[in-house]
């Protein structure tokens, strides 16, 4: 899906990561992806937040979301790879530019604030890239994205050691969407805001229902989400094939400490 509309006139910038030129956006021609939401108490999701700006958006007073995503990407500008996000739904008051959301009022305008809090990958290059440009938490796995009859399985290891397994319901793909994600990272003195605009061909959602289930190994990764003691079944999901995406450099900064803006460099 190189040539759709959705890539027509993208601004394009090169910026150098040691040495090697990269080209932003970068730009995902092709993926399938499911999404799966778990809900948690709000005080066991901030003990994961690395600072306490971050502020869990609240599905209900007290209760927050964490989100895991599984990505195919079967076609892309630095190749095909599998990955995984598990983040937390966030609002960032410094962030005025996106004012504040409700886990509804984000559904409903279709715009996903997160923090990112482990985001695995299958390939070299998508490691080296998310973590110089964007400080990402990302690290090599192995990911495994198989079809059953009515859900989809996603098989997180580290070398031998299952991180989860995702059980995610197939749900009926009978629309397009549009929709973005806002991400927040850090590094050592700074946050940072990125851009992902997402178009999916074919999309399918559940607001409210049991659309997942997750088991977890004995990784660290998997004890840190025992701890959470998250909702035995997703409450919320969505799903889309025929995926296309952008991913923009960081366009805004501010400082860890004093919050104040900065200007990019």
């Known amino acids: ?53 971050f502020e869990p958006i609240q599905i209900w007073p007290g209760t927050g979301m ?36 409700s886990a509804f009022s984000s559904m409903r305008k279709k715009t996903f604030p997160v923090y990112i809090h482990h985001l695995p ?49 197939k749900l009926p793909l009978k629309r397009s969407e549009s929709f973005e994600f806002h991400t927040f990272s850090l590094d050592e003195e700074t946050i940072m805001h990125t851009l992902v605009e997402v178009y999916a061909s074919k999309f399918g959602k559940k607001t409210l229902g049991r659309c997942g289930e997750l088991e977890l190994g004995s990784h660290r990764i998997s004890e840190e989400l025992k701890g959470l003691k998250l909702s035995k079944s997703a409450w919320s999901g969505f799903c889309g094939d025929g995926t296309m995406a952008k991913l923009y450099d960081p366009d805004r900064f501010w400082d860890k400490e004093t919050l104040q803006p900065l200007s990019k460099t």
């Open 121 to 169: 990958v299958t390939t070299e290059i998508a490691k080296e890239g998310g973590i110089y440009f964007f400080n990402y938490p990302k690290f090599l796995a192995r990911i495994d994205f198989q079809e059953r009859d009515d859900f989809y399985e996603v098989t997180l290891q580290e070398e031998n050691d299952l991180i989860l397994k995702l059980l995610a319901k």
């Open 66 to 101: 964490l989100s895991i995503v599984a990505f195919e990407y079967r076609d892309t500008s630095i190749g095909p790879y599998n990955e995984v996000s598990i983040s937390v739904p966030i609002n960032f008051p410094p962030a005025s530019f996106l004012g504040k959301y």
């Open 1 to 53: 899906m190189r040539g759709n509309d959705f890539f027509k006139d993208t601004p394009k910038k090169i910026l150098d990561a040691k040495g090697q030129k990269i080209e932003f956006p970068a730009l995902y021609y092709d993926f399938r992806f499911v999404n799966c939401v778990f809900i948690a108490k709000l005080s066991r999701l901030k003990r994961i937040l690395p600072h306490p700006q």
